[in-house]
């Protein structure tokens, strides 16, 4: 027995030598906390945070998810059908996500589609799973799918300059309401507007180019957000030369100054990246001896490279002579092709006049 004792003594006071007071006493902090879990972050390439939901843009997203510790096996993932179900069970029908693993597999990277099926603003779940899980869905993510770009309805009115010139206001249009007042057309359905830009050129942007104009504005004006007001202009130009001018208030004799005809380009994109973009051409008469100006418009539908930009040939069947100066729309529309042959809208313009 003297011995038994005699050897723990010897085996404590060894292990107090070696370690000193560590071995015996836990180190502060140390097993507290044990059963904690750090949590497992999924990133979303592109996606935006509006209201506490997740959003993001309709198209292919690249998918980053990182694990605390290492995983045992494989991570699988599927997005599930937009439809608006925020159904907790794996949906076998919907579209698998391959991912791959780092060195010491706790990121794993891998690219989904996500696609609108029930709306155009719609919502998918992003489903997670993992050999951790043992085949069960570890993280379930609802995301909103927004496939439907910001829409904008404008009115151009012009105005002579106090010297030389006729400027034009840009003014949103108002959507009508029963017993209230009307609402700007200008919006997103399911997101927001991030940014809008008018320009107006001199020439063809889009003569050598498609997506990004290759020529330089005469004049730009950019915005934010939709207004809440209609009374103000969103962007009012600088002093433009007109196309024709009158001296007596009736004889109209060309400016050799202007340009042939004015081109306009509005861009519009949402807080996920969808893009809307709306062109028109538009001519300016000046009265100076009434003092008073007048602006003819024709609105021009994208035809070009999947619909990248427009031709300046189809458009809507409006009348310029019945004040339809306006470019947009007060809801979103894709009217990629359509429209009538409006190559001639000027001539036509002064065949009526005559």
């Not at 400016?255 to 001519?283: C, H, K, M, W």
């Not at 809507?316 to 359509?338: A, F, I, K, R």
Request: glycine content about 10%; overall charge negative.
């Amino acid at each position: 027995m003297k011995k038994l004792f005699l050897l723990l003594l010897i085996a404590a006071l060894s292990l107090f030598v070696l370690t000193g007071c560590d071995g015996l006493v836990p180190a502060e902090g140390e097993g507290e906390g044990e059963e904690e879990i750090a949590a497992v972050s999924v990133d979303i390439e592109g996606a935006v945070d509006l209201g506490g939901k997740t959003y993001l843009a309709r198209g292919t997203h690249d998918i980053t998810i990182t694990f605390p510790a290492p995983v045992a096996g494989w991570v699988q993932g599927y997005i599930t059908y937009c439809t608006g179900d925020y159904s907790k069970e794996i949906n076998g029908d919907g579209t698998e996500v391959i991912f791959f693993p780092n060195e010491d597999k706790t990121i794993w990277t891998g690219s989904g589609s996500f696609q609108d099926s029930a709306s155009w603003c719609c919502a998918s779940y992003l489903q997670i799973i993992s050999g951790e899980c043992e085949g069960e869905t570890c993280i379930n993510i609802p995301v909103i799918v927004d496939s439907e770009p910001p829409y904008l309805l404008l009115e151009l009115n012009s105005d002579p300059c106090t010297c030389e010139g006729v400027f034009v206001d840009f003014m949103i249009e108002g959507n009508p309401q029963d017993c209230a007042e009307d609402i700007p057309c200008c919006n997103d359905t399911c997101t927001a507007l991030a940014g809008g830009s008018l320009a107006i050129y001199d020439e063809d942007p889009f003569d050598e180019c498609c997506e990004i104009p290759c020529a330089e504005p005469l004049w730009t004006c950019s915005f934010s957000e939709c207004p809440d007001h209609l009374t103000e202009p969103l962007c009012t130009t600088s002093c433009l030369e007109p196309q024709v001018i009158s001296t007596n208030g009736i004889d109209y004799v060309e400016n050799p100054g202007a340009p042939p005809v004015y081109y306009l380009v509005v861009s519009l994109i949402d807080t996920v990246g969808n893009e809307n973009r709306y062109y028109a051409q538009f001519i300016l008469a000046l009265d100076e001896f009434n003092g008073w100006s007048d602006i003819f418009c024709q609105q021009f539908f994208e035809d070009i490279n999947d619909c990248d930009c427009t031709s300046w040939i189809y458009g809507p069947d409006t009348d310029p002579l019945d004040g339809d100066d306006w470019v947009g729309y007060c809801n979103y529309g894709n009217y990629c092709g359509q429209g009538f042959d409006k190559t001639n809208w000027i001539q036509d313009l002064i065949d009526m006049l005559d």
